[in-house]
């Protein structure tokens, strides 16, 4: 039982690149989510999903995107990189009591 | 609308003292509460849940945290510091309103523990 798992842990890349974070969860739950994390400003959300083919957007959705064709996986998607989102990438899923389990986390490096 | 407030980013404490990280939080409906642990270059991992039972809650390693509603508060405490307790620690709230499965994150509290 591998819980929520990402790829890659870390990455770097240039202005203006597109790159996919994969998020994939063994535990069979509905809600998903993407969070970010930024030294000393918690987590703030992303997008979520509430199952597949349902998707909606966070706190923060602007220059990323999501999709969710099955109940295991929840891609984020940057197209055009940009120095701000240089963070910390966190996927999530929720049990019974909305409790999240958190993947491991991509670090991710603009430059 | 839910928030959580974490007072105090950083908090030092000696080996074998008592840890108290505190959280307030505010919420229309009766809230879940949590705390979780971060430590260096990891994911977060639940330490213990509110979920409107015992409002002393119990988690893992030896830490405990008491719901307070008049005071809106859910600190978390620890009786004796342990090294390896040096981690980030956050305080989120949810509500336990039908349909509602987000979780708002309060800032963090690094604890760091001296020798």
């Known amino acids: 039982n591998a819980g929520v798992t990402q790829t890659p842990k870390f990455r770097i890349l240039k202005i203006g690149q597109s790159m996919t974070l994969q998020c994939a969860q063994d535990?069979?739950?509905?809600?998903m989510y993407w969070y970010r994390q930024d030294p000393g400003m918690g987590l703030k959300l992303i997008y979520y999903?509430?199952?597949?083919?349902?998707?909606d957007k966070g706190e923060v959705p602007n220059g990323y995107n999501v999709s969710r064709s099955t109940t295991e996986d929840f891609p984020l998607r940057l197209e055009l990189a940009a120095p701000s989102q240089t963070s910390v990438y966190f996927c999530a899923t929720c049990g019974s009591y909305n409790e999240q389990f958190f993947g491991p986390g991509t670090r991710l490096t603009v430059l | 609308a839910q928030s959580v407030t974490q007072l105090g980013s950083h908090v030092s404490v000696s080996e074998g003292a008592l840890v108290l990280l505190r959280c307030n939080y505010s919420?229309?409906?009766?809230?879940?509460l949590f705390w979780y642990v971060q430590y260096p270059n990891q994911g977060l991992q639940l330490l213990l849940k509110y979920t409107s039972a015992a409002t002393l809650v119990k988690g893992i390693n030896g830490f405990e945290a008491e719901f307070k509603k008049s005071e809106t508060s859910f600190h978390l405490t620890k009786p004796s510091a342990h090294m390896s307790d040096a981690a980030e620690y956050f305080c989120a709230v949810g509500n336990s309103g039908a349909g509602s499965y987000q979780l708002t994150f309060g800032k963090g509290t690094k604890l760091s523990v001296i020798p």
């Open positions: 999903s509430v199952g597949a083919g349902i998707t």
């Open positions: 919420s229309s409906v009766p809230p879940y």
């Open positions: 535990m069979n739950h509905n809600y």
